[in-house]
């Protein structure tokens, strides 16, 4: 029986695999290593933007629980302004029959009166913080949008340099850079805003 020619495969793999490292080694560690930074952005892109989506919340939440206040504040106030037009009546009812009309009635329409001014000046700085919280809650949301963009820009940026990975591809690995330089100004520009 003949023999075999002998192939030296150890060889060939060598072979194959300095090939694959020249050809394709050094953008596979490029776009590895700039889908790690996108990949690191993002993370920190996502959790300011969770951050700043939550801290909103909380802020609109005490901007209602402010809004309840002023409302309770408006109705005493309103409580407040019908007693008095009673104590009022009262008292008109009493210069009507031409009769002195009892103290009592005066003291009543002045703390009524009181009331009502104290009564006002609450529900009027409830609503001055309500407008601060809610205002504040706004810009945070606005931020909470920027980084969102930014997000999203760095996920398709580091979902293209994975195409690029699996195709060997320079011109996707360059689409996928561009993306995530946009996805990082947005990024800074969230930041410094």
């Known amino acids: 029986m ?5 192939v030296d495969t150890d060889r060939l793999r060598e072979a194959i695999d300095s090939e694959i490292e020249h050809e394709g080694g050094t953008l596979l560690r490029t776009i590895a290593l ?3 930074v996108l990949a690191a952005l993002a993370a920190v892109a ?3 933007a969770g951050a700043d989506a939550n801290e909103a919340l909380i802020l609109k939440t005490e901007a ?3 809004q309840n206040q002023a409302s309770d504040q408006w109705a005493y106030y309103q409580a407040k302004g019908l007693k008095a037009a009673i104590a009022e009546a009262a008292k008109n009812s009493w210069t009507a029959l031409d009769k002195p009309a009892p103290a009592e009635l005066s003291k009543q329409q002045e703390r009524y009166a009181d009331d009502q001014r104290s009564s006002k000046a609450l529900a009027e700085g409830f609503e ?14 606005h931020h909470h949008e920027s980084f969102a963009h930014s997000v999203a820009l760095l996920q398709v940026s580091i979902a293209l340099g994975a195409v690029a990975a699996l ?3 320079k ?13 990082a100004g947005v990024l800074a520009y969230a930041f410094l805003a």
């Open 34 to 36: 700039t889908t790690a």
């Open 167 to 169: 195709t060997r591809r």
């Open 128 to 141: 001055k913080q309500r407008d601060e919280k809610s205002a504040e809650a706004d810009r945070l949301m």
């Open 64 to 66: 209602a629980r402010l």
């Open 171 to 183: 011109a996707v690995w360059f689409g996928s850079a561009a993306l995530g330089l946009a996805g």
């Open 2 to 6: 003949p023999e075999t020619p002998e």
């Open 46 to 48: 996502a959790l300011k």
